[in-house]
């Protein structure tokens, strides 16, 4: 027995020595990578539509279009704080809600520009949003140290002025009076930005001067 047992360790030992240094003893067979899971290149196929026609569309711009002459405030503006959906969101008087409406109401202006509509109705919208816009966004401010929702504001507003400019063309003195609300933006944008080079509109970790929060991707990009 002691003999058979001394004959198998010489055996083993020597397979072992043999064995190529590196090379596992028993080596795997190699498997291909795994691919993709079969969701990832083959979604689901959505059925056929018919596309909208182009009347269609324009009387689906005009619905858009009135609903906005519709909403708007009287003194020119559009949005209020009174259609909340049960959702009501972390908003500081009157900072927060002086923001949201300049930021709603230079959407508003941009959209009505944007769709050619030569209504008079439609025109003198623009001409009362603008006014306001001349008027109120000097107001906008930062409402507290930790809401910066004015950021919209001053971002957004730059899309409705540049539209405006372009509407004025042929009238330079008005055009001054817009390039001069437009400059006093772009001030706020600098001066909000956050310390990391980006914008966000909530700075709850340090509340200072120049706001100290994390970057926000989607408002970063929609200043840029």
Not at 61 to 68: P, T
Not at 71 to 89: A, C, E, V, Y
Request: with cysteine; glycine share 8%.
């Amino acid at each position: 027995m002691r003999r058979r047992l001394c004959v198998l360790l010489v055996v083993w030992v020597a397979g072992f020595l043999l064995v190529p240094r590196g090379e596992p003893v028993f080596a795997e067979t190699p498997q291909p990578p795994p691919g993709p899971p079969p969701l990832a290149t083959e979604g689901p196929k959505p059925p056929p539509i018919v596309p909208p026609t182009r009347e269609e569309i324009d009387r689906a711009i005009r619905r858009g279009v009135d609903f906005l002459l519709l909403r708007q405030n009287r003194d020119g503006s559009w949005g209020s704080p009174h259609n909340t959906k049960g959702l009501n969101i972390y908003a500081p008087v009157p900072g927060a809600h002086q923001a949201f409406r300049a930021a709603v109401t230079s959407l508003c202006v941009a959209a009505l520009i944007d769709v050619k509509d030569s209504r008079s109705e439609v025109q003198e919208a623009i001409d009362r949003g603008e006014a306001w816009l001349i008027a109120n966004l000097p107001k906008v401010r930062r409402a507290t140290p930790d809401a910066i929702y004015n950021t919209w504001a001053h971002a957004y507003s730059l899309q409705a002025l540049a539209r405006l400019i372009r509407r004025h063309e042929g009238d330079p003195a008005r055009q001054a009076v817009l390039r001069e609300v437009m400059d006093s933006q772009l001030d706020r944008l600098i001066r909000y930005e956050c310390v990391d080079g980006g914008w966000a509109y909530y700075d709850f970790d340090y509340g200072t001067q120049k706001p100290g929060g994390s970057t926000i991707s989607f408002v970063t990009a929609t200043v840029l």
